[in-house]
């Protein structure tokens, strides 16, 4: 079964700290890995996907395949960052996202 | 930039009645989505369509569950005899002409059973 996990339903950093955003998925397969983030009052954007290997706002997130971890990073936390940020596995060829519970990051001044 | 779009935002139905929720996906996208998210919950995959289809689908999606598009340009999610337990946020999302693209997500309908 695909599961995902994130460890830490809240999660507060100041200003200027570094972030990290614990992930964990359990697959037998080959999955693709995703961070989507959730702004106050805003819609689910996508923020990475594991295959693209690019940072976003400052974001990276690396698969882990050893650790079954994709865990997101920033190093230097910014406020408006504060959000709602969902890791989520979609199972080659099939055709849903399997999200974890999702981690409020607040980033205090 | 494009998006989805889903009508109502918010929707207040009695225990029984049937509801359905509208979306508009993206124009160019190829496969549809539903998802839940109940209150405190995660979000949850309901159903994907494609080729005026459904591809696959979860055991939350019972016989009370419905998926049509209508025309060409919405996809509705129909709950037929609404339960306390529909309460939830409901999001569409869509994604382009193969698989694993990235699934494009609407602002969601909080639908309330009273």
């Known amino acids: 079964a695909q599961r995902v996990t994130q460890p830490e339903k809240l999660l507060s950093v100041f200003k200027g700290a570094p972030v990290e955003l614990k992930c964990n998925y359990s697959?037998?397969?080959?999955?693709?890995l995703f961070w989507y983030v959730q702004y106050s009052r805003q819609r689910l954007q996508l923020l990475l996907r594991?295959?693209s290997r690019e940072s976003i706002k400052g974001f990276t997130a690396d698969l882990n395949k050893g650790e079954t971890s994709f865990h997101l990073k920033k190093p230097f936390a910014q406020e408006e960052d504060s959000a709602m940020y969902y890791c989520?596995?979609?199972?080659?060829?099939?055709?849903?996202?399997?999200f974890g519970q999702g981690t409020r990051l607040t980033i205090n001044p | 930039e494009p998006e989805v779009t889903q009508t109502p935002s918010h929707q207040v139905t009695q225990m029984g009645q049937e509801v359905i929720l509208r979306c508009v996906p993206i124009?160019?996208?190829?496969?549809f989505y539903w998802y839940r998210q109940i209150l405190g919950q995660k979000v949850e995959f309901l159903v994907s369509?494609?080729?005026?289809?459904?591809?696959?689908k979860s055991e939350i999606f019972d016989d009370q569950f419905s998926v049509e598009r209508p025309d060409g340009s919405n996809f509705t999610l129909k709950i037929r005899s609404t339960k306390l337990e529909d309460s939830a946020m409901y999001f569409c999302?869509?994604?382009?002409?193969?698989?694993?693209?990235?699934?494009?997500f609407g602002d969601g309908t909080r639908l309330s059973i009273l």
């Open positions: 989520a596995l979609n199972s080659r060829g099939a055709q849903k996202l399997v």
């Open positions: 999302a869509s994604s382009g002409g193969r698989v694993n693209q990235p699934q494009h």
């Open positions: 594991h295959i």
């Open positions: 697959y037998s397969g080959s999955p693709e």
């Open positions: 369509f494609y080729n005026n289809e459904i591809s696959e």
């Open positions: 124009s160019n996208h190829l496969y």
